[in-house]
């Protein structure tokens, strides 16, 4: 095999666990739409999916064993019970199967300092895991649905990105990323020890977290899949996934 052909690396993508009609059938199915999977191939990775099941830490290592890089997906809102909060009457029922799962997948990712990515409901998994919580609904905050539409439709916002940071990076520098696609009624409120806040909005609704710790630990709350001609952030993933497998297929090496 040449250089040319040489596969990408492993990236793993959590998936949704809804009821699903696909033909006669209406099931409990794990699902993706897939604009992120396409990202992650149009980058120049290969897509694993990665769905909610029974795991414990020693099952979350076995799984990232297999991977060079990470995503935590969007999706229903984390359980507030893992917040200390009691739910607000718009917050969706709890996933606990999922909230589960990604918590031990980013716990162990962050352990063995694997590339990840959060998406969306993915910055808030991120930011619960390690400690902080949420805002369960932002029109109480912001008195509009400026943020969630609602009904499938992405609404734009513009964010500013702090200098200096792996996103501002990954963004070639970029102080203002206009019109990202956004969909969700909840945000970080309390940031985690040990996360920096890289991007927000005007009115200064929490857009990106990274954990400077690790060498890729990104997360954003808007959804950059549906931009298919801005693949930046799924191609920095990919190549510090690529970074990471070669580092551990030497380490491995006799």
């Known amino acids: 095999m040449n250089a040319s052909e040489t596969p990408g690396p ?4 959590t998936t949704y666990l809804e009821q699903a009609q696909t033909g006669v059938w209406d099931v409990p199915a794990a699902i993706l739409p897939r604009v992120y999977f396409d990202a992650v191939t149009s980058a120049g990775g290969i ?21 060079d890089g990470l995503i935590i997906t969007g999706g229903k809102d984390v ?41 969306c409901r993915g910055a808030q998994m991120l930011n619960v895991a390690l400690g902080g919580s ?10 509009d ?5 609602g009904g499938g439709v992405f609404n734009v916002v513009d964010v500013v990105i702090e200098p200096h940071t792996t996103l501002s990076t990954l963004l070639d520098g ?9 969909y969700h009624h909840q945000s970080i409120d309390r940031v985690a020890d040990g ?8 009115a200064g ?31 920095g993933l990919v190549a510090a996934a690529t970074e990471y497998r070669a580092a551990h297929i030497e380490g491995a090496t006799p």
């Open 10 to 13: 492993i990236i793993g993508l």
């Open 47 to 67: 897509a694993v999916l990665l769905p909610p099941q029974p795991v414990n830490a020693a099952v979350a290592r076995r799984v990232l064993d297999g991977l």
């Open 79 to 119: 359980d507030p019970a893992r917040y200390g909060q009691a739910p607000h009457v718009q917050t969706d029922e709890p996933r606990p199967d999922r909230d589960t799962w990604e918590d031990l997948l980013l716990h162990e990712a962050i352990a063995r300092e694997l590339p990840f990515l959060g998406i």
């Open 134 to 143: 949420l805002h369960q609904h932002l029109p109480d905050l912001v008195g």
């Open 145 to 149: 649905t400026s943020y969630q539409a």
């Open 174 to 182: 970029q102080t203002l990323l206009p019109a990202v696609p956004v």
């Open 195 to 202: 996360l920096t806040v890289t991007a927000k909005t005007d």
């Open 205 to 235: 609704i929490v857009q990106a977290i990274e954990l400077p710790t690790v060498p890729f630990g990104v997360a954003v709350q808007w959804h950059p899949e549906q931009s298919p001609d801005d693949l930046r952030l799924f191609s």
